[in-house]
């Protein structure tokens, strides 16, 4: 089963910036697949904030940025907000089984 | 602006079988790809499989062959996924996701979802 890795929980102050990474270690994943990644508050839906690695929707805050090397990919936060809190999950395509997948979801809190 | 805009909240008894729609608005409907996903509850998201609004084509994920079924009503912009033969873990939100880039650019290496459902919560009990 393909899997995309990502930590359980990621922590930080306000202010502070914090990484949450997204590695694909099954070899199913090839290289030119882009990622995305959602933020996701509990009762709401999924929201998009980076695509294609690294690109930022209209209206999403520059605080987060996205970037990917190898086989990991990386949301990274900035000046953390409380409003942040939220799980984040990293979305996509495996070749091999010709599926897509979300990662495992990260908690992020704010101390 | 893009809408996608859900049936409400479904229980059934194990064994049988829901439908959930997903209206759109706002785009050209047979210009992009819909997907859809779930979640169980405590658990992360799950994709679910893909259909074609333009063609009806689809693809399903594994897990769900042969119990999955997504199809189209051009005529009213609105996509449908049912699920049968329902088990207590096909308990989850269920969403629609839009996928950001037009079905002639896009590859799957390179899909995203731009707009969400609100979800439709798909309670399994007897």
């Known amino acids: 089963q393909s899997a995309l890795t990502q930590p359980a929980s990621v922590s930080g102050s306000p202010g502070q910036s914090i990484t949450v990474s997204c590695s694909e270690t099954?070899?199913?994943?090839?290289?030119?697949?882009?990622v995305s990644w959602y933020q996701h508050h509990p009762g709401k839906a999924p929201q998009l904030i980076i695509y294609?690695?690294?690109k930022r929707p209209p209206g999403v805050s520059d605080r987060f940025s996205g970037s990917k090397s190898g086989n990991t990919a990386s949301l990274t936060i900035s000046r953390l907000h409380a409003d942040d809190e939220a799980d984040y999950f990293c979305?996509?395509?495996?070749?091999?089984?010709?599926?897509?997948?979300f990662g495992e979801g990260t908690k992020v809190d704010v101390l | 602006q893009v809408h996608l805009v859900q049936s409400g909240a479904e229980v059934r008894e194990p064994g049988v079988s829901v439908k959930v729609s997903c209206k759109t608005s706002?785009?050209?409907?047979?210009?992009?790809?819909l997907h859809w996903v779930r979640q169980a509850p405590g658990q992360g998201l799950e994709w679910v499989g893909w259909?074609?609004?333009?063609?009806?084509?689809?693809k399903y994920a594994e897990k769900f062959q042969g119990r999955v079924t997504m199809s189209r009503d051009r005529s009213i912009s609105t996509v449908y996924m049912e699920l049968t033969n329902l088990k207590s873990d096909d308990t989850a939100m269920y969403y629609c996701?839009?996928?950001?880039?037009?079905?002639?650019?896009?590859?799957?290496?390179?899909?995203?979802?731009?707009?969400w459902g609100q979800g439709s919560l798909v309670t399994v009990s007897s």
């Open positions: 996701a839009r996928v950001g880039k037009h079905s002639l650019v896009v590859t799957a290496e390179t899909v995203y979802f731009d707009s």
């Open positions: 706002g785009y050209t409907f047979t210009g992009y790809f």
């Open positions: 259909i074609s609004p333009d063609s009806g084509a689809t």
């Open positions: 099954s070899g199913d994943f090839g290289p030119n697949n882009r």
């Open positions: 294609e690695d690294n």
């Open positions: 979305f996509s395509f495996a070749n091999r089984q010709n599926t897509f997948f």
